[in-house]
Nanobody, 121 residues
Framework: QVQLVESGGGLVQAGGSLRLSCAASRSIFSISDMGWYRQAPGKQRELVAA???????NYLDSVKGRFTISRDNAKNTVYLQMNSLKHEDTGGYYC???????????????WGQGTQVTVTS
């Protein structure tokens, strides 16, 4: 199985920045799509940012212009740079790695353990 190791979460003041990292243990990283999901207490888990194996990106409307997702295939690592953080960004952040097969179905779907981001007012 694929192991995803996340780091970079913590407590930060509103307006500050954090950089999340997610490192994969296998070389399938380079042919996989990846994303960051966020879940706050009592709310549904939502896709915050995603990046395809080709480098195409997609963002949740509320984080556009503030968050940047990127990947380094040589290091099997995906990053989420979070700037101008708001209290509403607080939640657990989960790294996700997948690959789409026929009919847009996921051939595999791996998750990290999650890292907590807390933004104070």
């Amino acid at each position: 199985q694929v192991q995803l190791v996340e780091s970079g979460g913590g407590l930060v003041q509103a307006g500050g920045s954090l950089r999340l990292s997610c490192a994969a243990s296998r070389s399938i990283f380079s042919i996989s799509d990846m994303g960051w999901y966020r879940q706050a207490p009592g709310k549904q888990r939502e896709l915050v940012a995603a990046i395809s194996s080709f480098g195409n990106t997609n963002y949740l409307d509320s984080v556009k212009g503030r968050f940047t997702i990127s990947r380094d295939n040589a290091k099997n690592t995906v990053y989420l740079q979070m700037n101008s953080l708001k209290h509403e960004d607080t939640g657990g952040y989960y790294c996700n790695l997948w690959r789409l097969g026929q009919s847009a179905r996921r051939v595999y779907d791996y998750w990290g353990q999650g890292t907590q981001v807390t933004v104070t007012s």
